[in-house]
């Protein structure tokens, strides 16, 4: 499931959504909430709306005092207990519960983010992480993901301002200098391509071929450069081996490898990461219980595909 434009509403949803629009124009942010949270369970991944909720729900909470702050984590607590739902949908609706009252919470922001991927609305999930850090602006955890989620989009330039401050936060931070440095060379690649010609797919042979390069641009991470921070995050884990975080990192580097390598092997190695993940999490994340099944069906969907005459 695409993002969802503003042309791609009926006329009705598009009046919803200038209302609201004038609405945030006029500070009255809790109409835009009223507005905007109903649509967004019809039109999950409808990016524009959701952005502009955020952004209504974000002056409403920075408007509160600090004892009215204090006082809604109660309500807080009541409406995070929603953010198990398995459907993305529903799961993302859940997640609104709690934003539109808080919209920093680190919780329901990486489950949108989750929920989000599933539908494959990477821009939405983008968005989530980057509410993380402007509520929470020293996590390089989250810092970390949403590089690499703007490389998955083939957004190198912003990967590497994204690296580039996590080295501020953290100088020794050796996995954001080496993603730096790989987000950098994937710019120049990408910056050198466009530029040698006025139009870029005059270098192209036909469309199709326009197609796959524009495909192609979003895998900015080179068999090398993957295997390097698989190595980097091993050595990681021998020091802080308990970290889900570098656990989960790892499996989806080998779930990134399995499209440029051997498929079988790197399914395999994804599929063993994302299961040790889950269990010393204590077998309650349901998304990474999720990744592990998805990789065992790709790894025989790929056997499969070597099988057939």
Known sequence: ?????????????????QRAKGAK???????VITLMKPMLKVLPTFLEGRQLLRAASIQQFEGLSKMKKSMIG??????AMGLNKKDPAEAMAACEEVLTVDPFHKAANTKLAEAARQLESLETAALAHLTIKQGHPKDTANMHTLA???????????????YEEIVKVNPADGEAVSGAKNASAARTSMEGRWETSEDYRGILKDEKQSIELEQASKVQKSEEAILEQIEGLNAELEQQPDSLVTMRKIAQLYEQLAANTDPNEN?????????????QGGRA?????????????????????ELRP
């Not at 399914?267 to 269990?279: G, I, N, P, R, V």
């Open 267 to 279: 399914y395999e190695m994804a599929a063993q990461w994302y299961y040790y993940t889950w269990d």
């Open 74 to 79: 109660m309500s807080v607590a009541a409406a």
């Open 25 to 31: 124009d006029s500070q009255n942010y809790g109409y």
């Open 148 to 162: 690499q989620l703007y490389m998955e989009m083939g957004q190198p330039q912003k990967a590497e301002q994204m």
């Open 285 to 305: 994340d349901g998304a990474i219980e999720k990744k592990y099944d998805e990789m065992g069906f790709k790894r025989i969907d790929t056997r499969m595909a």
């Open 1 to 17: 499931m695409a993002d969802l434009k503003i042309s791609d509403l009926s006329a009705q949803q598009r009046e919803v959504y």
